[in-house]
């Protein structure tokens, strides 16, 4: 993962293991760098999903916004809940589909 961390490797690596007692008998005791960077790649295509989810028409050029901020610290709140979900989900979904190999999870 890069220096400039935009996730709780703490708390991924606990919801992972909680994920690991509740839906697969505690299959997994540790969790592995890899698997932290898997998720942390998956949070970007999320994120990339977001930012191209409203395309402008074909032939029209953005109008430049002069870096001017359209949303609020109501709306930045929001969005902070709504992504945890999302990466919650997504460790999860991780875990379920991790093989029964060994006790650590893996990218």
């Not at 935009?6 to 606990?14: G, T």
């Not at 977001?50 to 050029?61: E, K, Q, T, V, Y």
């Not at 609020?72 to 945890?84: V, Y």
């Not at 589909?97 to 006790?103: A, L, M, N, Q």
């Amino acid at each position: 993962m890069n220096d400039a961390r935009l996730l709780n490797v703490s708390a991924i690596k606990a919801h992972a293991l909680r994920v690991s007692a509740e839906r697969r008998a505690g299959k997994f005791e540790r969790v592995g760098e890899s698997f932290l960077e898997q998720v942390e790649a998956d949070v970007d295509t999320v994120v990339r999903q977001l930012a191209n989810a409203c395309p402008l028409p074909d032939g029209f050029r953005p109008v430049a916004t002069d870096n001017v901020c359209f949303v609020t610290q109501h709306m930045d709140e929001k969005l902070a809940f709504a992504m945890s979900d999302v990466v919650a989900r997504i460790i999860q979904r991780r875990v379920h589909r991790h093989p029964s190999v060994g006790k650590t999870l893996q990218g």
